[in-house]
């Protein structure tokens, strides 16, 4: 029997008392019927004796104290789960808004998850194809991985995660591939810009949607995203499905966060943000993964911009802490025209040498990818110090380095968003712009790959 | 003893009738049984904090104390295992409740059934004292296991068994001096939170061997000492982590995975068994055991899991072993600190941290050290404690960095710039220090030589002088420097791209032995001196730059150590002759 409750003392939105409460425990789902007759909901954050203090998934709009009615379901916020979701369109709280019919579940899943047991965890080494020089072959990613692009405002990265979820595919292999994609707090048009770009490819029959656009609750985006990782660790592990997941914008999922905690009064950490900002991205971040004994897989890519291009705001900052690399966008490159504007260096795949080299992309991929890092890292340098002083303070190598540099850039990573490059060419490009650099200084590359692979003019 | 939930917030229980518990007991929660600990009692109302996630639980729920103190399970069976924060097996987890972890699950620590091959040390009629041995397990092929008499405990052994038995089985009985007798299986129970004891405390003075040429060579660690990690995200921690666990000469090694990545830990156990100790020639999971309470598993444990590890490292040393201590990230346990004290509603010092952040941190690495065990053999055992710490934006002026770095005696900062210009390890040599260089220099001296330390001092004092001159070359670019300087940019570059760049992931050059390294840095310094001695004789400086013989000193960090010998010799020989020619070619 569930009780229905009367008693709401207080509404502060996001958060309200619900009194002389019984039997209600900690992270409860509830319903809250308004006088009109809609149904709103919400989760138990502290019970307190007889007390409960709730967090709304929606607005407050219209929440009377006297005649609104408080039921509490006996579970957490859930999820109902089906194969048929894919090709559908849902809202931030998972109902269908593409005008279909609702899923008829297969199971109801508690959206939080469960930790995985890191006994249980399958290394992720599968080498994936995203056809993008600058990820494949110098911050390559990886099956099972969560490598999130680290953007700013008015940067490509829609663009590019687009092109990724377009081109991505695991070399001589048929499995069925997913995509899930989850608009927090974005804007109209760039949710569209995905889902047209799903639709053109004819992603969009094997795409799941979850859409809280800007206009939508700010507090309902604490739940979209883990709606999305719930639909795709149902796809992923009961369905054996490849699934990508493409979370955009993880700023505004922390901006809600703030806002919560700070309704709950709680000790604010850096830049007003709570304390626990770090294990809760973990505990979505760390969705991602491969199971032992699982053909499926879960692939995230989340999508953050750095306020002011800061990577060391708390945003970028614990996620980078917990997500395995990141693919930094910059400005710089952007501004000349570069696409993606990838800005190699400070970006990294930290999973990367276990799904490179012989078998998996070709031998000489880890020593070419370390002499293209070690040579544009020195080249740039050389420019810098040409930009001060002129051409004629370089050296003779500073000089074929600055060369080495801007052809790197030119070349390497201005490839445009339609072109997919296979591994094989990317590495090709590779050793041609390395043609630049004398020989000897190639330090980072076996002699024998040396002998093999470079062009000889 | 149970009492009633009255409020929960988080793994923040509050409940009453609770009267008889003690603070710090653990008790369980709910019908779940969820695991907590007591952390204050008000009058009436005992505050718990549970290990695990609290979904599900309301006022009126059971709480049950179990009368003890959060403490780990110490007996055989703990090597190559891998724990969550609060010594639950994780295997064992996954077996009960699969891939994903469920709440409540009871695990003893300990496997109950495996038998052990007991092989008596003492004879019954012997007097034994806290620390004796009673006799020995061979737990792992690496690892000895002994058996000692629990700390506290002195008697006659009346009798004692051999053979095949598990842990829970009775090995011996004891005779007390008030005439009780004990029966003792291999089972110790020991709080987390408390030391255990030794007889007394050393001043470190020998070095971990990490085959790490920076670490080494530059800024090494004392076996039984402490060191600290830090570093924005990306500049490679936790490879350093593991490489140190990876190759370190310790005996023993805890890895504790606090509130990091779930597939580092998985790495490490899928990884681990097939590296081979280049010392015992041992699987290297041999002699490990992990300790993993990633982001994702529940924050409270977290706070515990880097004490269960310390008790687990302190207990081998007991026996006699060198144990070392990788803690990964210990700014994830000061957050699992600052997110209980919050919720306590404890008055916040710096950053919302606990004002007890810097005392805790303290009390943590104290339990390092080199320490004369208890027991009359009279064994030598250590604990060396190494955290990374995470900063946040990698500001090193945040408190739990600032709290680390005045404990710790070694410093390894990461450098981001570094890693970008993909130099790994990313430890920066100008802003990293040791403290134990001095103590440590005696012994370098009777096992190398007076050379060692000399090379040591040569190398640091030109990458000082390299970075004085990069000012200039900034200012007024390359040519305005002597040719002497610009030999010694050029020197630098080689120590800092041929000695200290080293590759975790070539099997080569992962791990460098005390005499590769000290070829390597002679060898690159004996090529400054020869080319110098060529410049005074009026060799072109140009050709010196680009002698042959250089692109073998960088490439010979692939060398392997068989081969270091006679290879080193013969591209020093090859060098001292291409700079003689230079020279000569200069004077024509």
């Known amino acids: 029997m569930i009780k229905e409750y009367k008693t709401i003392r207080e509404v502060v939105s996001p958060l309200m ?115 993008v020089s600058a990820i494949d072959g110098l911050n390559t990613l990886v099956r099972g991985q969560k490598l999130p692009i680290f953007s700013g405002s008015g940067l490509p990265h829609a663009a590019l995660a687009a092109q990724i979820a377009r081109q991505a595919k695991v070399l001589g292999d048929n499995e069925s591939f997913a995509v899930v994609f989850a608009a927090v707090g974005i804007t109209f048009e760039e949710s ?69 905690s700070a309704a709950k009064k709680e000790v604010p950490g850096r830049r007003g943000y709570p304390g626990y900002m770090y294990t809760d991205l973990a505990t979505m971040y760390e969705r991602a993964g491969r199971r032992i004994g699982k053909n499926g897989s879960i692939t995230m890519i989340p999508i953050l911009s750095m306020p002011e291009d800061d990577k060391t705001h708390p945003i970028p900052d614990l996620t980078g802490y917990i997500t395995e690399g990141q693919i930094i966008l910059s400005r710089d490159l952007h501004r000349r025209g570069i696409v993606p504007p990838i800005d190699v260096l400070p970006s990294l795949s930290r999973l990367k040498d276990k799904g490179i080299g012989e078998g998996k992309t070709r031998e000489d991929h880890s020593g070419t990818m370390n002499q293209l890092f070690a040579g544009y890292s020195r ?45 094989e060419e990317t590495l090709n490009t590779g050793w041609n712009l390395l043609k630049i650099l004398p020989k000897r200084e190639l330090k980072r590359i076996k002699p024998e790959y040396i002998e093999k692979y470079l062009p000889q003019d | 003893m149970s009492g009633t939930i009255t409020k929960v917030s988080g793994p923040l229980v509050e409940a009453i009738g609770l009267a008889d518990a003690n603070v710090s007991d653990v008790v369980r929660v709910g019908k779940q049984r969820l695991i907590g600990e007591i952390l204050n009692v008000k009058g009436e ?22 009368g003890y103190p959060m403490s780990v399970e110490l007996g055989p069976g703990m090597l190559e295992n891998i724990y969550d924060g609060i010594q639950r097996p994780l295997p064992e987890i996954r077996a009960i409740a699969g891939e994903l972890i469920a709440r409540g699950t009871e695990v003893p620590s300990l496997n109950r059934e495996k038998k052990w091959d007991f092989v008596p040390v003492a004879k019954p009629g012997d007097k034994l004292g ?64 408390i030391p255990r004891p030794y007889a007394r405390k050393q001043v470190p003075a020998k070095p971990m061997n990490s085959g790490q040429r920076i670490i080494d060579t530059l800024f090494p660690i004392a076996k039984g000492g402490t060191a600290a990690v830090p570093g924005p995200f990306g500049s490679g921690k936790t490879v350093v982590q593991h490489q140190l666990a990876k190759w370190s000469d310790v005996d023993i090694v805890i890895y504790i995975g606090c509130g990091e990545r779930g597939n580092e830990m998985t790495d490490v156990l899928m990884e681990f068994p097939e590296l081979v100790d280049p010392r015992s020639g041992q699987p290297l999971m041999k002699r490990t055991v992990l300790i993993a309470n990633t982001s994702d598993m529940p924050v409270a444990a977290r706070e515990a899991s880097i004490y269960t590890g310390i008790t687990i490292a302190e207990y081998f040393r007991d026996m006699g072993y060198d144990v070392a201590v990788l803690a990964d990230s210990t700014s994830r346990w000061a957050e699992a600190l600052r997110e209980m004290s919050g919720r306590l509603e404890e008055m916040p010092g710096e ?20 320490v004369e065990c208890l027991g009359s053999e009279g064994r030598k055992g250590s604990v060396t404690a190494i955290g990374a710490v995470s900063p946040p934006g990698g500001d090193i002026s945040e408190p739990v960095s600032q709290a680390t770095m005045r404990i710790v005696k070694v410093f390894w900062a990461l450098d981001s710039s570094l890693a970008y210009a993909r130099h790994f390890p990313a430890i920066n040599w100008l802003t990293s220090y040791s403290l134990y260089m001095d103590t440590l220099g005696k012994w370098y001296k009777e096992q190398f030589g007076e050379q060692y330390t000399a090379n040591r001092a040569k190398a640091m004092s030109i990458l000082q002088e390299e970075s004085e001159l990069q000012e200039i070359v900034r200012l007024v670019g390359q040519d305005s420097l002597s040719e002497a300087d610009r030999l010694t940019m050029e020197t630098a570059k080689q120590i800092r791209e041929d000695f200290l760049q080293q590759n975790a992931f070539v099997d080569e050059d992962a791990f460098s032995s005390y005499a590769k390294q000290y070829r390597l840095l002679d060898m690159i310094l004996k090529c400054d001196e020869e080319c110098r001695k060529a410049l005074e004789k009026g060799a072109p400086l140009e050709k010196l730059m680009v002698l042959p013989a250089k692109e073998k000193i960088a490439r010979a960090k692939m060398v392997t150590e068989d081969m270091v010998d006679s290879e080193f010799t013969a591209i020093c020989e090859e060098l001292a002759k291409q700079a003689e020619e230079a020279a000569a070619g200069g004077e024509e």
């Not at chain 2, 950053?351 to 050290?369: D, I, K, T, V």
């Open chain 2, 351 to 370: 950053e919302g941290y606990p004002a007890y952040l810097a005392s805790r941190l303290a009390q943590y690495y104290e339990r390092a050290g080199v």
């Open chain 1, 192 to 260: 569209e810009f995905f889902i047209n770009d799903f639709r053109r490819t004819g992603a969009i029959d094997r795409t799941v949607v979850f859409s809280n656009l800007a206009s939508d609750p700010a507090v309902e985006r604490i739940a979209t995203p883990r709606m999305a990782l719930t639909a795709a660790e149902y796809l992923a592990f009961e369905k054996d499905m490849q699934v990508l997941v493409i979370i955009t914008d993880i700023t505004n999922y922390a901006e809600a966060l703030r806002e919560i």
């Open chain 2, 45 to 66: 109302v005992a505050s718990i904090q549970v290990y695990e996630e609290t979904s599900g639980i309301g006022p009126g729920a059971v709480v049950e104390t179990t």
């Open chain 1, 379 to 423: 080249g740039k340098e050389a420019k810098e110090l040409m930009t001060i002083l002129g051409e004629a303070a370089l050296s003779e190598d500073d000089k074929l380095y600055a060369k080495f540099a801007d052809q790197f850039e030119k070349v390497y990573v201005n490839q445009g968003n339609e072109t997919n490059r296979s591994i």
């Open chain 1, 17 to 131: 008392v619900v009194d002389q409460v019984e039997g209600v425990t900690y992270d409860e789902l509830g319903e809250i019927e308004l006088p009109s007759g809609e149904i709103r909901h919400c989760k138990v954050l502290e019970v307190d004796g007889n007390k409960a203090v709730v967090q709304l998934f929606e607005s407050a709009q219209g929440i009377n104290l006297a005649q609104s009615k408080v039921r509490f379901l006996g579970h957490p916020l859930e999820l109902a789960v089906s194969g048929d979701m894919l090709g559908r369109v849902f809202n931030g709280m998972g109902h269908p808004i593409d005008g279909g019919p609702e899923i008829l579940a297969d199971a109801h899943m508690d959206i939080n998850g469960l930790p995985m047991n890191p006994a249980s965890r399958a290394y992720p080494a599968e080498f994936i194809q995203t056809g």
């Open chain 2, 130 to 193: 806290p620390g004796d041995v009673l006799g020995t397990v061979q737990e792992t092929s690496a690892i000895l296991h002994k058996i000692m008499m629990p700390v506290g405990l002195t008697g006659e052994v009346v009798s004692i068994e051999s053979g095949q038995h598990t842990v829970e089985e009775t090995i011996a009985v004891i005779k007390t001096e008030k005439g009780e007798t004990k029966e003792l299986n291999m089972i110790q129970r020991w709080p987390v939170r």
